[in-house]
Protein backbone atom coordinates (compact mmCIF):
# COMPACT_ATOMS: atom_id res chain seq x y z
CA UNK A 1 0.00 0.00 0.00
CA UNK A 2 1.06 3.70 -0.48
CA UNK A 3 1.99 6.19 1.95
CA UNK A 4 -0.13 8.60 0.13
CA UNK A 5 -3.24 6.40 0.20
CA UNK A 6 -3.82 7.51 3.58
CA UNK A 7 -4.52 10.87 2.30
CA UNK A 8 -6.18 9.64 -0.75
CA UNK A 9 -9.03 7.80 1.27
CA UNK A 10 -9.49 10.60 4.15
CA UNK A 11 -12.59 11.97 4.53
CA UNK A 12 -13.24 15.25 3.41
CA UNK A 13 -14.25 16.73 7.13
CA UNK A 14 -10.36 16.12 7.55
CA UNK A 15 -9.30 17.33 5.03
CA UNK A 16 -10.72 20.64 5.70
CA UNK A 17 -8.64 20.72 8.82
CA UNK A 18 -5.55 20.46 7.29
CA UNK A 19 -3.10 23.37 6.91
CA UNK A 20 -2.47 23.60 3.21
CA UNK A 21 -6.13 23.48 2.82
CA UNK A 22 -6.85 26.48 4.85
CA UNK A 23 -3.93 28.08 3.19
CA UNK A 24 -5.80 27.10 -0.25
CA UNK A 25 -9.14 28.48 0.93
CA UNK A 26 -7.41 32.10 1.58
CA UNK A 27 -5.47 31.78 -1.71
CA UNK A 28 -9.51 31.71 -3.27
CA UNK A 29 -10.53 34.25 -1.12
CA UNK A 30 -8.15 36.68 -2.05
CA UNK A 31 -6.35 37.05 1.09
CA UNK A 32 -2.87 35.45 0.18
CA UNK A 33 -1.52 34.92 -3.52
CA UNK A 34 0.51 31.67 -3.63
CA UNK A 35 1.35 28.85 -1.28
CA UNK A 36 4.34 28.97 1.41
CA UNK A 37 7.80 27.89 -0.98
CA UNK A 38 7.91 24.50 -1.08
CA UNK A 39 4.23 23.56 -0.28
CA UNK A 40 3.75 21.68 -3.66
CA UNK A 41 6.81 20.05 -3.70
CA UNK A 42 4.90 17.22 -1.10
CA UNK A 43 2.90 14.75 -2.58
CA UNK A 44 0.60 14.20 -0.09
CA UNK A 45 -0.17 18.27 -0.30
CA UNK A 46 -1.48 17.92 -3.93
CA UNK A 47 -3.62 15.37 -3.04
CA UNK A 48 -5.30 17.15 0.03
CA UNK A 49 -5.26 20.45 -2.14
CA UNK A 50 -6.98 18.85 -5.21
CA UNK A 51 -9.31 16.33 -3.11
CA UNK A 52 -10.71 19.38 -1.55
CA UNK A 53 -11.25 21.44 -4.73
CA UNK A 54 -13.47 18.65 -6.56
CA UNK A 55 -15.01 17.05 -3.57
CA UNK A 56 -15.70 20.16 -1.43
CA UNK A 57 -15.90 22.98 -3.86
CA UNK A 58 -16.54 21.94 -7.35
CA UNK A 59 -18.20 19.04 -6.18
CA UNK A 60 -17.72 16.68 -8.92
CA UNK A 61 -19.09 13.24 -8.78
CA UNK A 62 -16.72 10.38 -8.85
CA UNK A 63 -17.53 9.76 -13.53
CA UNK A 64 -17.15 13.67 -14.00
CA UNK A 65 -13.55 13.94 -12.77
CA UNK A 66 -12.04 12.85 -15.71
CA UNK A 67 -13.80 16.11 -17.50
CA UNK A 68 -12.11 18.34 -15.75
CA UNK A 69 -10.90 21.28 -17.96
CA UNK A 70 -8.77 23.75 -18.01
CA UNK A 71 -11.31 26.49 -17.63
CA UNK A 72 -11.67 24.66 -14.41
CA UNK A 73 -8.20 24.64 -13.22
CA UNK A 74 -8.11 28.33 -14.01
CA UNK A 75 -11.17 29.36 -12.42
CA UNK A 76 -10.28 27.45 -8.28
CA UNK A 77 -6.74 28.76 -8.70
CA UNK A 78 -5.29 24.78 -9.77
CA UNK A 79 -2.52 25.49 -12.02
CA UNK A 80 0.20 25.22 -9.78
CA UNK A 81 -0.83 21.58 -9.35
CA UNK A 82 -1.18 21.31 -13.07
CA UNK A 83 2.56 22.52 -13.71
CA UNK A 84 3.92 19.29 -11.40
CA UNK A 85 2.02 16.66 -13.50
CA UNK A 86 1.94 19.20 -17.28
CA UNK A 87 -1.66 16.88 -17.92
CA UNK A 88 -4.96 16.89 -16.68
CA UNK A 89 -5.21 13.19 -16.66
CA UNK A 90 -1.84 12.76 -15.12
CA UNK A 91 -2.18 14.59 -12.33
CA UNK A 92 -6.28 12.77 -12.43
CA UNK A 93 -4.37 9.25 -12.07
CA UNK A 94 -1.73 10.15 -9.63
CA UNK A 95 -4.69 11.67 -6.79
CA UNK A 96 -7.20 9.22 -7.63
CA UNK A 97 -5.15 5.77 -8.39
CA UNK A 98 -6.74 3.01 -10.12
CA UNK A 99 -9.66 4.55 -10.35
CA UNK A 100 -9.81 6.14 -14.01
CA UNK A 101 -8.39 4.50 -16.96
CA UNK A 102 -7.52 6.41 -20.04
CA UNK A 103 -10.53 6.27 -22.17
CA UNK A 104 -12.00 8.08 -19.14
CA UNK A 105 -10.71 11.09 -20.00
CA UNK A 106 -11.54 13.48 -22.79
CA UNK A 107 -7.82 12.84 -24.14
CA UNK A 108 -6.08 10.15 -24.23
CA UNK A 109 -1.99 9.93 -23.35
CA UNK A 110 -0.36 10.49 -26.96
CA UNK A 111 0.46 7.51 -29.20
CA UNK A 112 -2.50 5.58 -26.80
CA UNK A 113 -4.23 4.94 -29.86
CA UNK A 114 -1.21 3.46 -31.93
CA UNK A 115 -1.97 0.39 -30.06
CA UNK A 116 -4.73 -2.21 -31.62
CA UNK A 117 -5.10 -3.69 -28.44
CA UNK A 118 -5.89 -0.36 -26.60
CA UNK A 119 -8.46 0.49 -29.17
CA UNK A 120 -9.93 -3.12 -28.96
CA UNK A 121 -10.48 -3.23 -25.45
CA UNK A 122 -11.81 -0.15 -25.37
CA UNK A 123 -14.31 -0.92 -28.14
CA UNK A 124 -15.69 -4.18 -26.45
CA UNK A 125 -16.15 -2.26 -23.39
CA UNK A 126 -18.18 0.25 -25.15
CA UNK A 127 -20.01 -2.92 -26.92
CA UNK A 128 -20.60 -4.33 -23.29
CA UNK A 129 -22.20 -1.28 -21.83
CA UNK A 130 -24.77 -0.58 -24.46
CA UNK A 131 -25.90 -4.25 -24.66
CA UNK A 132 -23.98 -5.17 -27.92
CA UNK A 133 -22.54 -8.43 -28.90
CA UNK A 134 -19.75 -9.42 -31.22
CA UNK A 135 -22.20 -10.53 -33.96
CA UNK A 136 -23.83 -6.64 -33.52
CA UNK A 137 -20.62 -5.15 -35.00
CA UNK A 138 -21.01 -4.82 -38.50
CA UNK A 139 -24.65 -3.21 -37.50
CA UNK A 140 -23.17 -1.04 -34.63
CA UNK A 141 -19.85 -0.45 -36.73
CA UNK A 142 -20.97 3.18 -38.30
CA UNK A 143 -18.92 6.49 -38.11
CA UNK A 144 -21.45 8.34 -36.25
CA UNK A 145 -21.89 5.78 -33.43
CA UNK A 146 -18.22 5.36 -33.31
CA UNK A 147 -17.10 9.08 -32.93
CA UNK A 148 -19.81 9.46 -30.63
CA UNK A 149 -17.95 6.13 -28.14
CA UNK A 150 -15.00 8.59 -28.75
CA UNK A 151 -12.83 6.41 -31.63
CA UNK A 152 -12.35 9.26 -33.44
CA UNK A 153 -8.90 9.20 -33.61
CA UNK A 154 -8.91 5.23 -34.52
CA UNK A 155 -11.57 6.00 -37.38
CA UNK A 156 -8.58 8.69 -39.00
CA UNK A 157 -5.50 6.36 -38.79
CA UNK A 158 -7.90 3.66 -40.67
CA UNK A 159 -8.91 6.12 -43.28
CA UNK A 160 -12.37 6.96 -41.73
CA UNK A 161 -13.83 3.49 -42.47
CA UNK A 162 -15.40 1.64 -39.84
CA UNK A 163 -14.62 -1.87 -42.15
CA UNK A 164 -10.83 -1.39 -42.40
CA UNK A 165 -10.77 -0.11 -38.15
CA UNK A 166 -13.05 -3.52 -37.40
CA UNK A 167 -10.96 -5.68 -39.65
CA UNK A 168 -7.81 -4.72 -37.92
CA UNK A 169 -9.14 -5.12 -34.56
CA UNK A 170 -11.08 -8.78 -35.86
CA UNK A 171 -8.58 -9.90 -38.96
CA UNK A 172 -11.16 -11.89 -41.29
CA UNK A 173 -13.47 -12.43 -39.22
CA UNK A 174 -16.36 -10.20 -40.76
CA UNK A 175 -16.71 -9.64 -45.00
CA UNK A 176 -17.44 -6.54 -46.70
CA UNK A 177 -20.92 -7.40 -47.20
CA UNK A 178 -22.00 -7.31 -43.01
CA UNK A 179 -21.34 -3.80 -42.73
CA UNK A 180 -23.94 -1.00 -44.36
CA UNK A 181 -20.99 1.33 -45.78
CA UNK A 182 -17.90 0.10 -47.39
CA UNK A 183 -14.18 2.14 -47.61
CA UNK A 184 -13.88 5.28 -50.09
CA UNK A 185 -13.62 4.15 -53.44
CA UNK A 186 -14.20 0.63 -52.40
CA UNK A 187 -16.95 0.53 -55.26
CA UNK A 188 -14.62 2.10 -57.84
CA UNK A 189 -13.17 -1.31 -58.63
CA UNK A 190 -15.54 -3.03 -60.70
CA UNK A 191 -14.57 -6.84 -59.60
CA UNK A 192 -15.68 -5.80 -56.38
CA UNK A 193 -18.94 -4.71 -57.69
CA UNK A 194 -19.03 -7.70 -59.90
CA UNK A 195 -18.38 -10.79 -56.89
CA UNK A 196 -21.39 -8.95 -54.86
CA UNK A 197 -24.07 -9.34 -57.38
CA UNK A 198 -22.82 -12.42 -58.04
CA UNK A 199 -23.12 -13.45 -54.19
CA UNK A 200 -26.54 -11.82 -54.64
CA UNK A 201 -28.42 -13.86 -57.40
CA UNK A 202 -26.84 -16.45 -55.29
CA UNK A 203 -28.14 -16.25 -52.55
CA UNK A 204 -31.39 -15.11 -54.18
CA UNK A 205 -31.63 -18.43 -56.07
CA UNK A 206 -31.24 -16.42 -59.36
CA UNK A 207 -30.07 -17.50 -62.71
CA UNK A 208 -27.73 -15.18 -64.17
CA UNK A 209 -29.88 -14.68 -67.46
CA UNK A 210 -32.57 -13.17 -65.29
CA UNK A 211 -30.57 -10.79 -64.08
CA UNK A 212 -32.13 -7.89 -65.52
CA UNK A 213 -35.65 -8.98 -64.28
CA UNK A 214 -35.12 -10.19 -60.86
CA UNK A 215 -32.40 -8.14 -59.75
CA UNK A 216 -34.31 -4.58 -58.62
CA UNK A 217 -33.13 -1.62 -56.99
CA UNK A 218 -35.26 -2.85 -53.87
CA UNK A 219 -33.08 -5.40 -53.90
CA UNK A 220 -29.52 -3.62 -54.33
CA UNK A 221 -30.67 -1.60 -51.70
CA UNK A 222 -31.81 -4.35 -49.40
CA UNK A 223 -28.08 -5.92 -49.88
CA UNK A 224 -26.17 -2.46 -48.79
CA UNK A 225 -25.32 -1.69 -52.31
CA UNK A 226 -27.36 2.03 -52.26
CA UNK A 227 -23.91 4.06 -52.55
CA UNK A 228 -22.79 1.99 -55.67
CA UNK A 229 -26.30 2.49 -57.10
CA UNK A 230 -25.71 6.28 -56.35
CA UNK A 231 -22.57 6.32 -58.70
CA UNK A 232 -25.55 4.74 -61.54
CA UNK A 233 -28.12 7.66 -60.90
CA UNK A 234 -30.14 4.76 -58.72
CA UNK A 235 -30.89 2.65 -61.99
CA UNK A 236 -30.20 -0.76 -62.18
CA UNK A 237 -30.26 -0.67 -65.30
CA UNK A 238 -27.23 1.52 -65.72
CA UNK A 239 -24.88 -0.29 -63.02
CA UNK A 240 -25.47 -3.63 -64.06
CA UNK A 241 -24.86 -2.78 -67.93
CA UNK A 242 -21.74 -1.60 -66.79
CA UNK A 243 -20.72 -4.30 -64.86
CA UNK A 244 -21.73 -7.20 -67.78
CA UNK A 245 -21.49 -4.53 -70.69
CA UNK A 246 -21.30 -7.87 -72.97
CA UNK A 247 -24.35 -10.30 -71.34
CA UNK A 248 -26.94 -7.52 -71.51
CA UNK A 249 -28.71 -4.70 -73.26
CA UNK A 250 -30.67 -2.00 -72.35
CA UNK A 251 -33.96 -3.29 -73.88
CA UNK A 252 -33.91 -6.70 -71.59
CA UNK A 253 -34.23 -4.37 -68.38
CA UNK A 254 -37.34 -3.03 -67.08
CA UNK A 255 -38.31 0.01 -66.29
CA UNK A 256 -34.98 2.71 -64.98
CA UNK A 257 -35.29 4.66 -62.33
CA UNK A 258 -36.00 7.78 -64.10
CA UNK A 259 -39.45 6.60 -64.88
CA UNK A 260 -40.24 8.20 -61.21
CA UNK A 261 -38.81 11.31 -61.80
CA UNK A 262 -41.89 12.43 -63.56
CA UNK A 263 -45.00 13.49 -61.20
CA UNK A 264 -47.07 12.35 -63.62
CA UNK A 265 -46.43 8.82 -63.98
CA UNK A 266 -46.31 9.23 -59.80
CA UNK A 267 -50.04 10.55 -59.98
CA UNK A 268 -51.40 8.25 -62.66
CA UNK A 269 -50.00 4.95 -60.55
CA UNK A 270 -51.09 6.13 -57.18
CA UNK A 271 -54.50 7.21 -58.85
CA UNK A 272 -54.61 3.55 -59.99
CA UNK A 273 -53.34 2.05 -56.76
CA UNK A 274 -56.49 3.85 -55.38
CA UNK A 275 -58.88 2.71 -57.54
CA UNK A 276 -57.62 -0.81 -57.96
CA UNK A 277 -57.53 -1.42 -53.81
CA UNK A 278 -60.96 1.10 -53.40
CA UNK A 279 -58.73 3.18 -50.80
CA UNK A 280 -60.85 6.49 -49.97
CA UNK A 281 -59.33 9.53 -49.81
CA UNK A 282 -59.53 10.09 -46.05
CA UNK A 283 -57.68 6.33 -45.57
CA UNK A 284 -54.74 6.93 -48.05
CA UNK A 285 -52.94 7.38 -44.88
CA UNK A 286 -53.82 4.08 -42.96
CA UNK A 287 -52.66 2.52 -46.35
CA UNK A 288 -49.54 4.29 -47.61
CA UNK A 289 -47.26 1.61 -45.92
CA UNK A 290 -43.45 0.88 -46.92
CA UNK A 291 -44.80 -2.90 -47.18
CA UNK A 292 -47.66 -1.87 -49.19
CA UNK A 293 -45.88 -0.36 -51.80
CA UNK A 294 -43.07 -3.30 -50.89
CA UNK A 295 -46.15 -5.67 -51.44
CA UNK A 296 -47.65 -3.66 -55.29
CA UNK A 297 -43.34 -3.87 -56.55
CA UNK A 298 -43.04 -0.49 -56.54
CA UNK A 299 -40.57 0.03 -53.82
CA UNK A 300 -38.87 1.76 -56.25
CA UNK A 301 -41.18 4.48 -56.25
CA UNK A 302 -40.98 4.85 -52.52
CA UNK A 303 -37.55 5.54 -52.71
CA UNK A 304 -37.72 8.30 -54.91
CA UNK A 305 -38.67 9.97 -51.53
CA UNK A 306 -36.11 8.42 -48.76
CA UNK A 307 -38.71 5.09 -48.55
CA UNK A 308 -40.90 7.55 -46.38
CA UNK A 309 -44.92 7.18 -47.30
CA UNK A 310 -45.31 10.75 -45.46
CA UNK A 311 -43.08 11.99 -47.98
CA UNK A 312 -44.82 11.14 -50.78
CA UNK A 313 -47.94 11.39 -49.62
CA UNK A 314 -47.32 15.51 -48.59
CA UNK A 315 -45.75 15.73 -52.23
CA UNK A 316 -49.05 14.36 -53.75
CA UNK A 317 -51.63 16.09 -51.53
CA UNK A 318 -49.95 19.02 -49.54
CA UNK A 319 -51.32 20.37 -46.07
CA UNK A 320 -54.07 17.59 -46.33
CA UNK A 321 -52.84 14.82 -43.82
CA UNK A 322 -51.54 15.14 -40.14
CA UNK A 323 -48.42 12.88 -39.49
CA UNK A 324 -50.60 11.36 -36.87
CA UNK A 325 -52.78 9.98 -39.51
CA UNK A 326 -49.99 7.44 -40.85
CA UNK A 327 -49.75 4.42 -39.18
CA UNK A 328 -45.91 4.72 -38.24
CA UNK A 329 -43.73 8.06 -38.16
CA UNK A 330 -39.98 7.63 -39.69
CA UNK A 331 -37.79 6.58 -37.04
CA UNK A 332 -36.77 9.24 -34.73
CA UNK A 333 -39.59 11.68 -36.24
CA UNK A 334 -40.29 12.22 -31.87
CA UNK A 335 -36.79 13.18 -31.05
CA UNK A 336 -37.37 16.30 -32.83
CA UNK A 337 -38.19 19.18 -30.09
CA UNK A 338 -40.08 20.63 -33.08
CA UNK A 339 -42.01 17.73 -34.49
CA UNK A 340 -43.14 17.16 -30.80
CA UNK A 341 -44.28 20.79 -30.50
CA UNK A 342 -46.03 20.62 -34.37
CA UNK A 343 -48.11 17.73 -33.48
CA UNK A 344 -49.96 19.00 -30.35
CA UNK A 345 -50.17 22.31 -32.04
CA UNK A 346 -51.96 20.48 -35.22
CA UNK A 347 -53.95 18.00 -32.87
CA UNK A 348 -55.23 20.78 -30.74
CA UNK A 349 -55.83 23.10 -33.56
CA UNK A 350 -58.04 20.41 -35.69
CA UNK A 351 -60.22 19.83 -32.57
CA UNK A 352 -60.75 23.23 -31.58
CA UNK A 353 -58.84 22.99 -28.25
CA UNK A 354 -58.75 26.47 -26.23
CA UNK A 355 -56.16 27.18 -23.86
CA UNK A 356 -58.30 27.10 -21.28
CA UNK A 357 -59.13 23.03 -22.14
CA UNK A 358 -54.98 22.32 -22.67
CA UNK A 359 -54.34 21.28 -18.44
CA UNK A 360 -57.59 18.76 -19.31
CA UNK A 361 -55.00 17.03 -22.14
CA UNK A 362 -54.05 14.34 -19.50
CA UNK A 363 -52.95 10.81 -20.15
CA UNK A 364 -56.79 9.69 -19.13
CA UNK A 365 -57.89 11.59 -22.55
CA UNK A 366 -55.24 10.78 -24.80
CA UNK A 367 -55.68 6.91 -23.83
CA UNK A 368 -59.31 7.46 -24.69
CA UNK A 369 -59.47 10.06 -27.74
CA UNK A 370 -55.64 9.66 -29.08
CA UNK A 371 -53.37 6.61 -27.41
CA UNK A 372 -50.12 7.12 -29.76
CA UNK A 373 -49.72 10.55 -28.20
CA UNK A 374 -48.64 8.33 -24.71
CA UNK A 375 -45.36 6.63 -25.61
CA UNK A 376 -44.39 10.10 -26.84
CA UNK A 377 -44.94 11.99 -23.68
CA UNK A 378 -43.75 8.83 -21.87
CA UNK A 379 -40.47 8.44 -23.40
CA UNK A 380 -39.63 12.07 -24.03
CA UNK A 381 -41.30 14.17 -20.78
CA UNK A 382 -40.87 11.42 -18.35
CA UNK A 383 -44.54 10.73 -18.65
CA UNK A 384 -45.36 14.40 -17.18
CA UNK A 385 -48.42 15.89 -19.94
CA UNK A 386 -47.76 19.21 -18.55
CA UNK A 387 -44.19 19.29 -19.76
CA UNK A 388 -45.05 18.71 -23.38
CA UNK A 389 -47.54 21.47 -22.89
CA UNK A 390 -46.13 23.99 -21.48
CA UNK A 391 -43.14 23.31 -24.21
CA UNK A 392 -45.69 23.34 -27.07
CA UNK A 393 -47.89 26.60 -25.97
CA UNK A 394 -44.73 28.97 -25.01
CA UNK A 395 -47.09 31.62 -25.83
CA UNK A 396 -49.38 31.04 -22.86
CA UNK A 397 -48.65 30.95 -18.55
CA UNK A 398 -50.19 28.32 -16.60
CA UNK A 399 -49.81 27.73 -12.95
CA UNK A 400 -49.18 24.34 -11.45
CA UNK A 401 -52.73 24.25 -9.71
CA UNK A 402 -54.64 24.47 -13.30
CA UNK A 403 -52.85 21.01 -14.03
CA UNK A 404 -53.42 19.90 -10.11
CA UNK A 405 -49.55 19.85 -9.89
CA UNK A 406 -48.78 18.75 -6.04
CA UNK A 407 -46.06 21.30 -5.01
CA UNK A 408 -43.58 20.69 -2.16
CA UNK A 409 -42.91 23.20 0.24
CA UNK A 410 -39.88 24.18 -1.41
CA UNK A 411 -41.24 24.61 -5.03
CA UNK A 412 -40.62 21.14 -6.18
CA UNK A 413 -43.32 19.15 -7.94
CA UNK A 414 -44.21 15.78 -6.70
CA UNK A 415 -46.24 12.74 -9.01
CA UNK A 416 -48.32 11.70 -6.15
CA UNK A 417 -49.77 12.64 -2.64
CA UNK A 418 -47.38 9.98 -1.13
CA UNK A 419 -44.81 11.11 -2.87
CA UNK A 420 -45.54 14.91 -1.46
CA UNK A 421 -45.78 14.09 2.02
CA UNK A 422 -42.58 12.35 2.00
CA UNK A 423 -41.31 15.71 0.37
CA UNK A 424 -42.09 17.92 2.80
CA UNK A 425 -41.10 15.75 5.23
CA UNK A 426 -37.48 14.94 3.93
CA UNK A 427 -37.22 18.84 3.89
CA UNK A 428 -38.26 19.64 7.49
CA UNK A 429 -36.23 16.60 8.33
CA UNK A 430 -32.64 17.22 6.42
CA UNK A 431 -32.54 20.77 6.50
CA UNK A 432 -28.63 20.69 6.26
CA UNK A 433 -29.27 18.69 2.81
CA UNK A 434 -29.79 19.75 -0.79
CA UNK A 435 -32.49 17.37 -1.84
CA UNK A 436 -33.42 17.67 -5.57
CA UNK A 437 -36.37 15.51 -7.40
CA UNK A 438 -36.23 14.08 -10.96
CA UNK A 439 -33.17 15.66 -12.33
CA UNK A 440 -30.65 13.52 -13.01
CA UNK A 441 -31.17 10.96 -15.68
CA UNK A 442 -29.93 7.49 -15.09
CA UNK A 443 -29.92 4.41 -17.99
CA UNK A 444 -29.88 1.19 -17.49
CA UNK A 445 -27.91 -0.74 -20.62
CA UNK A 446 -29.53 -4.09 -19.68
CA UNK A 447 -32.77 -2.97 -20.19
CA UNK A 448 -32.19 0.11 -22.06
CA UNK A 449 -34.70 1.89 -19.53
CA UNK A 450 -34.32 5.89 -18.61
CA UNK A 451 -34.80 6.23 -15.01
CA UNK A 452 -34.99 9.61 -13.31
CA UNK A 453 -34.86 8.81 -9.18
CA UNK A 454 -37.69 10.69 -7.09
CA UNK A 455 -34.90 12.22 -4.89
CA UNK A 456 -31.04 12.50 -4.85
CA UNK A 457 -29.85 13.65 -1.22
CA UNK A 458 -27.04 15.23 -1.02
CA UNK A 459 -25.70 14.53 2.93
CA UNK A 460 -22.16 15.77 4.13
CA UNK A 461 -20.39 13.39 1.84
CA UNK A 462 -23.35 10.80 0.56
CA UNK A 463 -25.11 10.87 -1.81
CA UNK A 464 -28.31 8.76 -1.94
CA UNK A 465 -30.77 7.98 -4.44
CA UNK A 466 -34.62 7.73 -2.60
CA UNK A 467 -36.99 5.94 -4.53
CA UNK A 468 -40.80 5.77 -3.22
CA UNK A 469 -42.21 2.33 -4.91
CA UNK A 470 -46.25 3.21 -4.02
CA UNK A 471 -47.62 0.68 -6.24
CA UNK A 472 -44.86 -2.23 -5.22
CA UNK A 473 -47.85 -4.51 -4.17
CA UNK A 474 -50.46 -3.13 -6.38
CA UNK A 475 -51.83 -4.85 -9.83
CA UNK A 476 -53.18 -1.13 -11.07
CA UNK A 477 -50.30 -1.35 -13.25
CA UNK A 478 -48.71 -4.18 -15.45
CA UNK A 479 -45.13 -4.72 -15.35
CA UNK A 480 -44.96 -1.91 -12.10
CA UNK A 481 -43.33 -4.78 -9.68
CA UNK A 482 -41.03 -6.23 -12.67
CA UNK A 483 -39.75 -2.46 -13.60
CA UNK A 484 -39.45 -1.64 -9.85
CA UNK A 485 -36.96 -4.65 -9.27
CA UNK A 486 -34.91 -3.91 -12.45
CA UNK A 487 -34.95 -0.24 -10.85
CA UNK A 488 -34.02 -1.58 -7.50
CA UNK A 489 -30.94 -4.26 -9.08
CA UNK A 490 -29.36 -0.88 -10.93
CA UNK A 491 -29.39 1.52 -8.63
CA UNK A 492 -27.98 -0.88 -6.01
CA UNK A 493 -24.71 -1.05 -7.88
CA UNK A 494 -24.13 2.49 -8.84
CA UNK A 495 -21.01 3.58 -7.39
CA UNK A 496 -20.59 6.99 -5.49
CA UNK A 497 -24.06 6.40 -4.44
CA UNK A 498 -26.24 5.38 -1.69
CA UNK A 499 -29.64 3.93 -2.63
CA UNK A 500 -32.46 3.97 0.26
CA UNK A 501 -35.76 2.09 -1.56
CA UNK A 502 -39.36 3.51 0.41
CA UNK A 503 -41.38 0.70 0.04
CA UNK A 504 -45.28 1.15 1.04
CA UNK A 505 -44.88 -0.74 4.15
CA UNK A 506 -41.92 1.87 5.12
CA UNK A 507 -44.67 4.64 5.18
CA UNK A 508 -48.02 3.60 5.04
CA UNK A 509 -47.92 1.42 8.22
CA UNK A 510 -45.73 3.28 10.48
CA UNK A 511 -44.94 7.10 8.89
CA UNK A 512 -42.08 9.07 9.05
CA UNK A 513 -40.43 6.90 11.53
CA UNK A 514 -39.87 3.56 8.67
CA UNK A 515 -38.16 6.61 6.66
CA UNK A 516 -35.78 8.00 9.57
CA UNK A 517 -34.84 4.13 10.67
CA UNK A 518 -34.29 3.33 6.77
CA UNK A 519 -31.94 6.92 6.51
CA UNK A 520 -30.08 5.96 9.92
CA UNK A 521 -29.30 2.31 8.64
CA UNK A 522 -27.15 4.23 5.89
CA UNK A 523 -25.00 6.01 8.43
Known sequence: MDNLDIYRSMPLDEIMKKEVVKFYMEILRGKRKSFPKGTLENKENIILIFRYAVEGIIQSKREQIPLLTTKSFKEYKLFGLLNHYRSIPKLIKFVYKDCFVETNFQRVTKGYWSDTKNIKTYFEQCLQKQGYTHQDIPQVAKVETLVSWGFSNPLKRYGHSPLRLINALYPDEFNVSDFESVPQRYWNNPNHARKRIMEIINEENINFNQLPIKVTQEM???????????????????????????????????????????????????????????????????????????????????????????????TLYPGQFEVTEFQRVPNRYWYSRENRIQALRSFCEKRSISRE?????????????????????????????????????????????????????????????EELQIHNFLCGWLQEAVITREKIKFINPSSNEGYYPDWIINQGQQTIIVEYFGLYHSNKYKGYKEKADRKIDYYRKQDGYAFLPILPEDFKDIGFEGIKNKFKSLL
Open 357 to 417: DLPALTRSYFRKFFPRFISLVDRHYDSKFHLWITEAFPEYTFSPEEFKLLVGVDGQLCDSM
Open 220 to 314: LIKYGLSTLLKKHNGSPSQLLLSLFPSDFTLDQFRKTNRYWKDIHNIKTTIDSLLKKHNIPHHDIPKYFTKSFFREQGLYGLIQEFNASPIELVN
